[in-house]
């Protein structure tokens, strides 16, 4: 197949001669061996206009306006389409990632509408646009690049009744039963000695966060207990922690809500990775050496809503929230106020 080019200010010149002396457009193609419908197609789109309405080929015209309907293609932007130009940037700026952002378009418009990448390649442009709104800062991660994410290991402890996670039915494995969840703690400053504990629903992904005064077992056995208690028994059937000493007092809450208790195995953080990557999300919001004694359970929960209201591949680009509710819907529960 003969590869096409564009037509050179060369040839405009021989368009314009052969024009004027009332050549076809036929002849003036077979001579420059384009189609007929090219040269057409270039006399129409390239023609000079008098102010008498007299139109004219003018070969340095035409040449004048290809230059510029070049330079105006370029400036234009890469998300040609102002209505998913304005989708993508409020999303961004909501903190969603490219990918969820691409996956959302495809599920409501029931097509690929923009790819993920391209979204990136914007972000990460010279364009001047992208370069005046910053929209790196963004990102999930705030990086100029994509780096690798890995999680942080767990601490060994002693553990009283401990029951391992091999012992988890594998029906939970697989995420095949609701009801399910993942718990862990998030350190604040080590001087404040406070935190987070928090709690992912494996199925749904759904998370759940209660701000603890320290990282010990009162505190968070009582934090385990303000998330689950609320929550039908068929919403909170299990978790499974890792193996910090904030976790000794497990059995109260076996006893208290009836809930299964798993271990993972130390230092084998990805046993329990829908939690350790769930607390990344919340580092997005919360970084290293966060200052939590000034965050309320309010705010906190205000992240979490907005990181629960989050489209996911993994969900069909539901949300978790959707996800969780539609399977307290179908099972015919309801949480406690």
Known sequence: MKKTTKLTAQERDLIALWHGQRLSIRQIAKHLKRSPSSISREIRRNNFEDSRGNKYYVAIHAQAKTQQRKRLARRRRPLKNPA???YVIKKLRLGWSPEQIAGRLKRVYGRTMICHETIYAFVYSDHSEAQRLKLWEYLPWKRKKR?????RKVHRGRIPDRVSIHQRPESVNQRKVFGHWEGDSVEGRRIDKDGLHTEVE?????????????????????????????????????????????NHLHPKLKKRLGMKIYFADPYSSWQRGTNEYHNGLLRRYLP?????????QEELDDIVEEINNRPRKVLNYNTPNEVFESYLNSSGVAIQS
Not at 147 to 151: E, I, V
């Open 84 to 86: 998913i130009y304005g």
């Open 147 to 151: 780096k690798r994410k890995t999680g």
């Open 202 to 246: 494996r199925l749904s992904r759904l998370t759940k966060a209660q701000k603890v005064i320290a990282i010990s077992s009162e505190e968070t056995n009582k934090a385990q207990e303000e998330i689950f208690a609320p929550l039908p028994p068929q919403a909170r059937r299990s978790t499974t922690l890792d193996n910090g000493k904030e």
């Open 288 to 296: 290293k050496k966060t200052d939590l004694t000034s965050l309320t």
